[in-house]
């Protein structure tokens, strides 16, 4: 007598349940797919990676720009870098308040959103450009302009400044970041002592356990050098114009 249907689930109850349910999830597939193939969930998914990476790199890039400030402000993409990494967070936050104000929403916002994220996410792996970013410092009220590639630093960026240094190539005097030679360091201040005034040294130069230092005035201004005796110039003379030849030409000529 042949079996029925009844019977035969009967006979193996756990392969009839598998069956019914393994059946039933092939027919509701297409409901997944759907749900998971909504460019809501992409563009969801995208912000939330886009912030994770972003956010890693943008660690990365303030730690770099704190160590070499200047090389960060030399790139000529550099605001535009800085501010793709910071994109991801307000985009997602516009799309959440678009959300709450037209939901449900069509997939042409999140279509936007999704290339939106992608830039923010493509743009600060932009190669870098050299720019001509210059570092305003001040020496009384005296401007000067220095490229980055000089390397500036110690100065004030408001009238009243002291002194500042740059770092050169010995004995080309090229800038820092253009040269492979090896370095010194020289300076421009108001006065003697790192601008903090007092009589005139006995000796222009002054030898250190470690390093040289060297202090002689032309015009208004103080000139400065500092560097290791392996690197003192042989001809201090010419040493010495050639210093000051060089920091004079970043002051700013104002014409009427």
Known sequence: MPRTARQTCSFAAGNCV???????ALLRLPLYLNAIMRFSNFFWLAALLSAIWNGWMFFNYSLNAAYFPMVAKGDALRLVKEAALLAPIPIALVMFLFWLWRRPLNNRPYIVGLVLIGFATLLPLLPRIEGNYRETYWLAETQHEIPWQYAPYS????????????SVSFPGLEPRHKTRDRLITVGKAVDFNSGKGGAAPKEICTEHQTYTTCEWKRGEFVYMVSTIPERFPSDISAFMVEVADLLDGFEVTKTD
């Open 155 to 166: 100065g004030s960026p408001e009238p009243g400044g002291k002194y500042f240094w740059v």
């Open 18 to 24: 598998f069956t019914g349910t393994a059946l039933l």
